[in-house]
């Protein structure tokens, strides 16, 4: 079973600085690396998959980038919209499809 | 654009079952595998069941190996998750979700609470 870990936990920002979230898997995914978007009460979002393509209507200023086993997930401009809980899943090995344990995002 | 629409949580006590549904829209359901992924509360998310598009392929997180079971009616456009031997630990929303590799379309959730 692929491991993903992602850090930080938390991560404080300021609106209109940069975030920069980290996903490492156990072992070589490729690419097969997709991220999402999880605010308060609702269903997760896909933003990100093969590591770097924005899924449709995802804002220019989430980028996605790596491969092997290191990825990040860049918010270039933070907006207040951008609260939430951030996730990587692997899908290169399956099953188990794998997720990181979350990166709470929050405003500073 | 494709729609998964969740329905059948509720209250059960431990020990009893449950049958999930997930209702699909907007795109050819029969030729997509789908997912049933859930996130106990306060807590991260846990694939639990997978199932190929024609439904004879299905895998199972060991957590739920031999009490749930997924299935899939593609003239109905629809998912399910029978849920038997129900513990506590199960208590989360379950979410379906489309299978592109990743996981791109997700339903709204339908929350599981196992209580006595």
Redesign the interface.
């Known amino acids: 079973e692929v491991v993903t870990t992602q850090s930080p936990v938390t991560l404080s920002v300021s609106p209109g600085e940069r975030a920069t979230l980290s996903c490492r898997a156990s072992q070589n995914v490729r690419t097969n690396l997709a991220w999402y978007q999880q605010k308060p009460g609702q269903a997760p979002r896909l933003l990100i998959h093969g590591a770097s393509t924005r899924a449709t209507g995802i804002p220019a200023r989430f980028s996605g980038s790596g491969s092997g086993t290191e990825f990040t997930l860049t918010i270039s401009s933070l907006q207040s919209e951008d609260i939430a809980v951030y996730y990587c899943q692997q899908y290169n090995n399956w099953p188990p499809w794998t997720f990181g344990q979350g990166t709470k995002v929050e405003i500073k | 654009e494709g729609q998964l629409v969740d329905s059948g949580g509720g209250l059960v006590q431990p020990g009893g079952s449950l049958r999930l549904s997930c209702a699909a829209s907007g795109f050819t359901f029969r030729s997509y595998e789908m ?1 049933w ?1 859930r996130q106990a509360p306060g807590k ?4 639990v069941s ?1 199932i190929s598009s024609s439904g004879s392929t299905k ?1 199972y ?1 060991d957590s739920v190996q031999g009490r749930f079971s997924i299935s899939r009616d593609n003239a109905k456009n629809s998912l399910y998750l029978q849920m038997n031997s129900l513990r506590a630990e199960d208590t989360a929303v379950y ?1 379906c979700a489309r299978v ?5 379309y ?4 339908s929350l599981v609470t196992v209580s006595s």
Do not use: I, K, R
């Not at chain 2, 592109?100 to 791109?104: E, H, M, P, S, V």
């Not at chain 2, 997700?106 to 959730?109: D, L, N, V």
């Open positions: 997912n992924v991260g998310l846990e694939w997978y895998n997180a979410y592109n590799g990743y996981l791109d997700w339903g709204q959730g």
